[in-house]
């Protein structure tokens, strides 16, 4: 799926997931998901879980922020609800995806590795060697 379509598809099929300062007022607004492409079914597997603890619990959880931190997916959010097994199943939810993130290419979403190249970056193998090939093209010029 093209980078662009996954993100206006996830944005609008889970609307009542996120909000952000300035972008949920706009009906077509898309998510600003800070990191790559390959991280993009961690999220889609997440929030079809906590739409399923919303159903189950009434417990919602509102993400304000997803980016890429030290190499890892970080996500930023609150839940409201009543059931405390509930808060703590989000938490647990959002962390698990957190942690595939170490193991999960951010570019293209093969397994990978979370490892220090100049920074912190958690690529395939693939990947790597690509990154790798376009930073030493651009210190060139
Ligand atoms: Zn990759």
Known sequence: MPERRWRALLTQRYRDFFDWPNGHRRADAVFPFI?????????????????????????Q???????????????????TGESMAGHRLAEQIIANAEQLSDMTCELCGRPGHL?????????????????GRYRG???RD
């Open 137 to 139: 093209a651009s210190q």
């Open 61 to 79: 959880t509102t993400i304000r922020d997803v980016q890429e931190k030290w190499g890892s997916l970080c996500i930023h959010y609150t839940t």
């Open 115 to 131: 490892s220090r190249v100049g920074w912190w970056r958690t690529l395939c193998p693939l990947c790597a060697a690509m990154d």
């Open 35 to 59: 990191h790559g492409h390959g991280w993009g079914i961690l999220l889609w597997r997440m929030l079809r879980v906590l739409r399923q603890l919303q159903q189950e619990t009434g417990v």
